[in-house]
Structure formats: structure tokens, C-alpha cells
């Protein structure tokens, strides 16, 4: 059965007696399925979907003597299952220690003996510096987004980070699979493939074994989607891929296109509601499965009115700025107005001063969207065109920074000043030490904690089924 066939009407709720609208992050997580609730046993597992109640919010809905007379149950068992269901609607707090040690356990590849628990902390990107500066690399748990205009290389950046997450853990990767889904056309199973052979030439390339790249080609699952309707249908019957398929990424590439083809300006609440919808699916997968979430996002222009003086007087405020925060892993951001600041196309200035207009290239879908993303990184084009560059506009674990990079037969590479590639692609942990002077203290606050993990995260099965475009014609 397809993911379309197993929702029902977009944003509303399924069962219960009701037909109510979905938009609110408590909606979310109310549609979590009973069948995967811990603790209630199979038994009344098949119960409940016999009698047609299927998430959580169906559940809730009934008293207790209904639900023993639905389900033909005791008092105690009736308790049970709704104990469980409020625990995974509403579930409880995790102390600031448990969130400290699963995080340094897990950037050390496991506990004392060596034996990984629990999901990693973060993906690796294999740009050693950025990830450096980003503490380890793209945070799992979150949602990252990539903002920059059109050939910037968004999409050369999705399948660079589908290859790695795909790799096992030893290796650097996060060992599972990756849901990529496509809104614009722009996935290549080919380019996927080119990727993992040129940057990881011992593991895909040369003499290396092909069952090597059709485990990489399998473990991609790419999904079409032609409008934001299709997206949100799929994102809301996706819950059961992610396990049966044993996913540990979720691509959206892009979340701008399909909204902006489909509303207007007269549909704008409509776009932010279904915008909320979805940012509230992202965060709750990212959460439950302890995965890192990336999608990316388009570019608009804002024009603000400003006078030639401040708009020159802002420009050395911005050069300050970037003199009094140099790093050594990288060149300093320059701060013009926020995180919602995003690129240059090639030829123009982030601030023009023609007739005192002063004209911004905005991360796309508002401030609503900005705020439902953890992270976000900014591509823009470098003044040589042959490169880009690649920001840190919003995170809050990272400084300001940026990096100047190519893309290449195998992927995104950073460059110097002259052009020149700085460092080969690496996985490798001892590459991704901190500044001691950042990570002061940790060891030792972590020691004294212990080994308490906190609750751990819904598990994944393993059954993958090989599902990739290589049989299809090549697009046009």
C-alpha cells in the first residue's frame, strides 16, 4: 500500500468521532499509533486496532469504563493504556545531566568498553572544519535547513549527506538508511553514486565490492512529491517507513518549492498553518527517532528603505564585527540583519544604495518558518563564481562562521583563499576535536554524572528493502 493510501484527508483527524483540523504540535503527537506504545502488550495492542482505535487521541477521547467495555478489558489494564498514551502525547522532562552524558558518550563512539548505545549525537558532515565549528556536526534530534539562491549547491549537499549518513557508525556514518524527498526533480541515483566513489574511493571505488554501492543505492528511499498537499500525506504516513525501513535520515528538498507553486498571497494563513503542520512533524520525527532532519529552503528579496549614510555606516559596523570575531577554524559571518539574512546572487551587494533602497535576499517562508528550524546554514556565491560559500547563520551550540567551498565530482570540498582544497573528506573523530577552550570543564562535569542515559529512543527495525532509480532511464 502506498504512503497516500495510508492517511486520510489532509490535516484532519482519523477516528475518534472526530473531523478536526491538525496544526498544532499536541495534534502530532496525538496521532502517534497505539500499536507502538510501550508496555500495553500485544494483546490489548490488537484489541484496540480491532476496535478501530488507532492513535493515541483515540484513546484519550474515551473514560475508562469505555474503554473497558470497547475493548472487553479489566480496570487495571484500562488504566494502563491511557497512562501510556498520555506518557507519549505529553512525555516527561529529561534532565540537562542525562541530555550531557548520552551526548559525550556518543561522540566517543560508545561507553567505556567500546560498544556503541543509543544514537549518535550528531552526523557528520566530512568537512572536518565545519564540523568543528558546528561541535561535532549536524545535530541529530534537530531539524538543519540550507537557505541559498538557485545552483549554490543544496541539492549537491543532500546526496553528499546521503551518502555519508548510509556508511556504518564505525566508518563515521549514522548505519541506516535515508527517506529523500524530492519536490523539485533534482535527485540523480547516478550523481548519488559518483559521490560515493570519488569521495570514498576505498569503500565504492576502484576494486572495491558492488554490494558495497548497491547497499548504498538501496538504502536510499526516494520519494516524489508534486505539491505541498502530497508532502504533508506523506509526511503523516511516514512514521511506519522510518521503522520498517530502519531510517536514520530524513531529507526535504525543498520545503519552499511545492508552498510557493501552490499559494498565494491571498492563501498565506492557509501556507503558514500547513507550514506549521509540517515543521511540527519534522521536530517530532527528529525527536523519536533521534535523527538528524535536513531540508532546504529557497530565497526572497526584501527591500528596506535606508539612506546611502546608514547603509554605508552599517557595512563598517559589519566589518568590526568580523575583526572582533575571528576564529581559527574559520572566516567570520558577516551579521547584517539576522539569521533570516541569507544570500548574494553573483554582481549584487547585500545592501544596495541606488535611490536609497537598500535590498536583502531573505531566507524564503517567513519568520514562521525561521523559528521551526534549529539550525541553518546559508549558501551564497563567492565574488569568483566558481566558488560558494557556506554560513552559519543559526544554531545554538555554534559561533558565526563561514567557509568557502566547490563542488566536485565527489561533493562539496572547502577551499582557502586561493581556491585551493584544504583537506581531504574525513570521517575520522580524532579529526573533529573541539578548542579545549570550549569544551572546559565537560569531561569532568560528565564524569560525576555517571552513566545515567536518561529514557532511550524509540528503536528501528532492520528490514530494508532495496528500492533506488537505477533501473529508471536517466532524466532529460
Given amino acids: 500500500m502506498s504512503i497516500r493510501n495510508q492517511v486520510g484527508p489532509i490535516g484532519r483527524w482519523r477516528g475518534g468521532g472526530s473531523d478536526l483540523p491538525l496544526f498544532s504540535p499536541a495534534c502530532v503527537m496525538a496521532s ?51 497512562s501510556a498514551a498520555s506518557r507519549a502525547v505529553a512525555p516527561g522532562a529529561q534532565l540537562a545531566g542525562a541530555l550531557l552524558v548520552q551526548r559525550s558518550t556518543a561522540a566517543a563512539g560508545g561507553g567505556d568498553d567500546g560498544v556503541e548505545r543509543g544514537p549518535p549525537s550528531f552526523l557528520r558532515t566530512s568537512l572536518s572544519r565545519l564540523d568543528v565549528a558546528l561541535r561535532g556536526g549536524l545535530p541529530c534530534g534537530t531539524v538543519t535547513e540550507l537557505v541559498g539562491p538557485s545552483g549554490c549547491g543544496k541539492t549537491q549537499m543532500c546526496v553528499m549527506l546521503s551518502v555519508v549518513a548510509t556508511l556504518p557508525r564505525s566508518a563515521g556514518g549514522l548505519g541506516g538508511g535515508v527517506v529523500y524527498i524530492d519536490t523539485e526533480g533534482a535527485f540523480s541515483a547516478e550523481r548519488l553514486l559518483e559521490v560515493a566513489r570519488t569521495r570514498f574511493p576505498a569503500r565504492f571505488g ?25 508532502v504533508l500525506q506523506m509526511l503523516e504516513g511516514l512514521e511506519e517507513v522510518l521503522i520498517d525501513q530502519d531510517v536514520r ?42 535523527m538528524p532532519i535536513v531540508v532546504t529552503n529557497q530565497v526572497t528579496t526584501s527591500f528596506v528603505r ?7 555606516q552599517q557595512q563598517q559596523q559589519q566589518q568590526q564585527q568580523q575583526q572582533q570575531q575571528q576564529r581559527s577554524y574559520g572566516t567570520p559571518a558577516a551579521v547584517v540583519a539576522g539569521a533570516d539574512i541569507a544570500a548574494r546572487q553573483p554582481g549584487e551587494s547585500s545592501v ?20 521551526s528550524v534549529n539550525t541553518r546554514l546559508i549558501v551564497e556565491y563567492d565574488a569568483q563564481e566558481e566558488f560558494r ?36 573528506p574525513t570521517l575520522d573523530a580524532d579529526a573533529l576535536r573541539l578548542n579545549p577552550n570550549t569544551t572546559d570543564g565537560i569531561d569532568g562535569v560528565v564524569g560525576r554524572l555517571g552513566g545515567s542515559h536518561g529514557d532511550e529512543t524509540v528503536g528501528a527495525s532492520a528490514a530494508i528493502s532495496v528500492r533506488s532509480l537505477l533501473h529508471r532511464s536517466p532524466r532529460a
Fill in 389 to 424: 560559500r557556506i554560513k552559519i547563520a543559526k544554531s545554538p551550540v555554534a559561533p558565526c562562521v563561514e567557509f568557502r567551498y566547490r563542488i566536485k565530482a565527489g561533493g562539496v570540498f572547502l577551499v582557502d583563499s586561493l581556491g585551493r582544497d584544504i583537506e581531504a
Fill in 206 to 230: 576502484g576494486g572495491a565490492d558492488t554490494a558495497a554501492l548497491a547497499a548504498l543505492a538501496g538504502g536510499v528511499h526516494v520519494l516524489r512529491a508534486d505539491n505541498a498537499s502530497q
Fill in 352 to 371: 544596495a544604495s541606488e535611490g536609497g533602497d537598500g535590498s536583502f535576499v531573505m531566507a524564503a517562508l517567513g519568520n514562521t518558518w525561521s523559528h
Fill in 249 to 290: 535520515m530524513l531529507i526535504l528538498d525543498s520545503v519552499a518549492s511545492p508552498v510557493r507553486k501552490d499559494f498565494g498571497r491571498e492563501g498565506l494563513r492557509s501556507r503558514t498553518e500547513l507550514l506549521g503542520r509540517q515543521a511540527a512533524l519534522l521536530k517530532r520525527f527528529a525527536d523519536a527517532f533521534s
Fill in 32 to 82: 502517534r499509533k497505539v500499536r507502538r506504545l510501550r508496555g500495553i502488550g500485544v494483546d490489548v495492542a490488537a484489541r484496540c486496532e480491532r476496535s478501530g482505535l488507532v492513535t493515541c487521541k483515540d484513546v484519550l477521547l474515551l473514560s475508562d469504563f469505555e474503554l473497558i467495555h470497547a475493548l472487553d478489558i479489566d480496570g487495571p489494564r484500562a488504566t494502563q493504556l491511557k
Fill in 306 to 312: 535606508t539612506s546611502v549614510s546608514a547603509a554605508v
